[in-house]
Structure formats: structure tokens, C-alpha cells
């Protein structure tokens, strides 16, 4: 549903030719593709506040440097790759809240007619973060939370406090619910 969407919201011609194009040089099992990627992983950050032992950047061995990405090589990025992607998704090894830029980061990929998504675990969140998740041109929004007990859910988001989670998640429904908002999607 979701890539379906993207693909009808978010189309042009030349989105359209190289998605067909890829896809082709995948099913011939094409070596040497001439299509560009139509659905990017961007990570805004590969830092976390939690320790999964199932994620590189929880178990302390992501085998790169910890860092947030600056936001002109994001959009540098975003430039090159928008006029055959589809959608970009602000998350893989980090929590995207942790970085600053991450609003700026929706807003220039929604700009650029590409479908923002994001995944959060909704521990770390500054003051104003609801608000701007709420109001922002995010179209998706994955929560991880994986348990409906404490002691479950720390069993894997280590460190993480369900209860914060919960009511952040309530806070952005209600927020999302009063501005008459479908998006973010939840």
C-alpha cells in the first residue's frame, strides 16, 4: 500500500521510465544496470540512545565512525537521486530524532516530490519534537516497539521505557487527530 501510494502521488515520467527500467534489468538479472535507485536509505545519524543487541550501532560495532549527517550532504544526495526516486527513508543503524537537521531533512526530501519516511523509537524526544513530527510533510512513520510489557520491550530496545514511548505515540495521534492530519502515517 504503501509503495503504491508513492507511486501514485509521487510520479513523473522520468520516475516512471527508470522504475520500469530497473525493474526490467532485474528480472533479465542484468550485471550492469543503467536504472538509479527509486527507493533510498538515507541514515540522518548512526548514533543511538539505545543499546538492541541486534543492531551494530547497540552492540557498539557499526564499523564506521559515529556521526550525524551534515545537512548540505544530504541534500546533495537528495539532488542527485530525485528525479527517478520515489521515496527516501531517514533511518537504517541510528535514531533519527538525535539529529538536528532531521525536520529540514523531511521537508527538503517532500520539496523534491519524494515520499519522506521515518523510523523512530520514540525515546528520545526534545520538546518541540511531536509537534514538528505532527505538522511535518512526513507521509510514514514506523514506531519500534517491540513488546507491550516493560519487561518485554526492554528484552530488545535496551535501556528504552515503553511508557515514554506509548505516550509519545499518544501525543502525536492526539496532535495529528486535532490539526485534521492523516500524515504521518503511522
Not at 34 to 58: A, E, K, M, Q, S
Request: charged content about 25%.
Amino acid at each position: 500500500m504503501k509503495h503504491l501510494k508513492s507511486l501514485l502521488v509521487h510520479s513523473t515520467s522520468k520516475k516512471l521510465w527508470n522504475l520500469l527500467l530497473v525493474e526490467m534489468e532485474w528480472l533479465l538479472r542484468r550485471q550492469v544496470v543503467r536504472g538509479h535507485p527509486y527507493i533510498l536509505f538515507i541514515d540522518p545519524t548512526n548514533v543511538c540512545n539505545l543499546r538492541c543487541p541486534l543492531c551494530p550501532t547497540g552492540t557498539g560495532d557499526p564499523g564506521r565512525r559515529a556521526g550525524m549527517l551534515k545537512y548540505e550532504c544530504f541534500t546533495q544526495i537528495i539532488d542527485r537521486f530525485a528525479p527517478y526516486a520515489y521515496e527516501v527513508n531517514l533511518y537504517n543503524w541510528g535514531e533519527p530524532l538525535l539529529n538536528k537537521d532531521i525536520f529540514k531533512m523531511i521537508e527538503y526530501t517532500h520539496d523534491k516530490n519524494l515520499m519522506p519516511g521515518m523510523s523512530t523509537n520514540l525515546n528520545t524526544v526534545r520538546e518541540t519534537d511531536i509537534d514538528n513530527l505532527a505538522r511535518s510533510s512526513l507521509e510514514y512513520l514506523t514506531v519500534s516497539l517491540d513488546g507491550v510489557t516493560q519487561e518485554t520491550y526492554v528484552h530488545y530496545r535496551r535501556q528504552g521505557d515503553l511508557q515514554l514511548v506509548m505516550d509519545n505515540l499518544r501525543k502525536l495521534l492526539e496532535l495529528r487527530r486535532q490539526l485534521k492530519r492523516t500524515t504521518p502515517f503511522v
